[in-house]
């Protein structure tokens, strides 16, 4: 097939999927190279006329539907309560409101609405006793909720990013692993989640209501913004505490790639749930940037090439542990180093985005979000955080510890380092 036809078929699959309601319309990409099936599936999913897939809303379903289209082409079996599909609602904890009622005020709490959300769920069965999870969340912050860094008007958030592009590896990974019969050895749980972004609530509801037996789970990979890996070649592997056996196989693998790897079960995706079920875990991600929860995270700046590098990765590590029995389960020093930190563990930001591929002295800031106390001081994408007030960062976990020892309005010293110059910032907390 030329590439000419093939970007004619990437197109002619958009055109489709948005005009029709059902999945039986949909252009299959079964007969794309993985670059040009990884590419299709990022493009349709950060497609516009989805509106960025908030969970509950059209777009997110009419995305589950084309989840289930590409799962049913490559032969999978349905798994969820309902064929492809497991529902689940919510109702978000309401905000509270202050209401004036003459000289006096009285607190009162919002109206809000239950939210019902779709997880998608493919089934390989290879009749084993035990079976490995791979999942990935498809939805975004549709036109921007609570969660948005966007500061504009309204806009719709594509989340190519975060996260066609775990959703698109995870179709990848299912077309492969269904066409080499090698993998054999354990069946196969492919898992789209809905509800990450509101607070993993598809990924906590199957481990509360599962499809299949979690105590015969071998291990579950999590893939939550996998397109970005950067000129350094440095990816990110959450997890690797959960079983003895990850940091025995990973280094092996990584090929030009430079993993940063931090050993806790519990972070700001999916793969947390399963944790808390005593499942191994892996979370792979390539780091946060400055389109991160904004409408610039479209379909244009992923690194499909970088995609390829990890998906070969993690065919690799796949293939490995299925010359493996069955690996071993560890309990992990739960450290908070996420960008979803409980906020109930402080009391005040700083309003950056950090440099989680970072592994040197400090934290570094991958960016700022205007109007808050980083920006507003004038510290800048780049600079590594030494010192707040007079406590000595040296990674993420004591950033955090630092942030819970100050209250809104305090004005604190903050010591970077820019460039190799030292420097010291008054930044008023909020």
């Not at 700001?268 to 610039?296: A, C, M, R, W």
């Not at 950090?354 to 960016?367: A, H, K, S, T």
């Amino acid at each position: 097939m030329k590439m000419t036809t093939r970007l004619s078929f990437a197109v002619a699959a958009i055109a489709i999927l948005f005009s029709c309601s059902g999945p039986q319309s949909v252009v299959r990409s079964k007969n794309l190279t993985p670059e040009e099936d990884l590419r299709n599936s990022v493009s349709i999913l950060a497609n516009d006329s989805l509106e960025g897939r908030g969970t509950g809303t059209d777009g997110e379903k009419k995305a589950g539907r084309w989840i289930a289209d590409q799962f049913a082409s490559i032969g999978l079996q349905p798994k969820g309560s309902d064929g492809w599909f497991q529902s689940f609602s919510f109702k978000p904890h309401p905000p509270a409101q202050v209401h004036q009622v003459g000289d006096s005020t009285k607190l009162g709490m919002a109206v809000v609405k239950e939210i019902t959300g779709r997880n998608v769920i493919g089934y390989l069965d290879n009749k084993a006793e035990f079976t490995v999870i791979i999942g990935a969340h498809y939805d975004h912050l549709g036109w921007g909720d609570e969660n948005s860094l966007w500061t504009g008007g309204r806009e719709i958030h594509n989340g190519a990013d975060d996260n066609a592009s775990g959703v698109s590896m995870l179709i990848q990974l299912a077309r492969t692993i269904v066409s080499y019969k090698a993998y054999n050895k354990y069946n196969y749980l492919f898992m789209a989640f809905s509800g990450e972004e509101k607070g993993l609530w598809g990924s906590n509801y199957f481990c509360k209501n599962p499809t299949i037996d979690l105590t015969k789970v071998n291990y579950m990979i999590n893939m939550d913004m996998v397109g970005r890996l950067n000129s350094e070649k440095r990816l990110a592997i959450n997890g690797v505490g959960t079983s003895p056996e990850w940091m025995k196989i990973l280094p092996g693998l990584a090929g030009e790639m430079t993993l940063v790897t931090s050993e806790s079960g519990v972070g700001p995706s999916d793969h947390t749930s399963f944790y808390n079920v005593n499942i191994p875990v892996l979370h792979f991600f390539t780091g946060q940037h400055e389109d991160y929860h904004k409408p610039s995270d479209d379909a244009d700046k992923i690194n499909i090439s970088g995609m390829l590098q990890i998906r070969t990765m993690l065919l690799n590590l796949i293939g490995k542990l299925e010359t493996m029995e069955r690996i071993a389960f560890t309990k992990t020093k739960d450290e908070t180093s996420s960008p979803s930190a409980s906020a109930g563990d402080f009391k005040v930001t700083l309003g950056v985005i950090p440099d989680y591929l970072y592994d040197g002295q400090g934290m570094r800031i991958d960016g700022t979000k205007e109007g808050k106390p980083a920006h507003t001081a004038g510290l800048i994408k780049g600079d590594i955080v030494k010192k707040i007030g007079d406590n000595e960062i040296s990674d993420m976990k004591t950033y955090m510890q630092a942030l819970s020892k100050f209250e809104k309005g305090q004005t604190t010293p903050v010591t970077i380092e820019r460039n190799g110059e030292t420097m010291i910032f008054q930044v008023t907390w909020q």
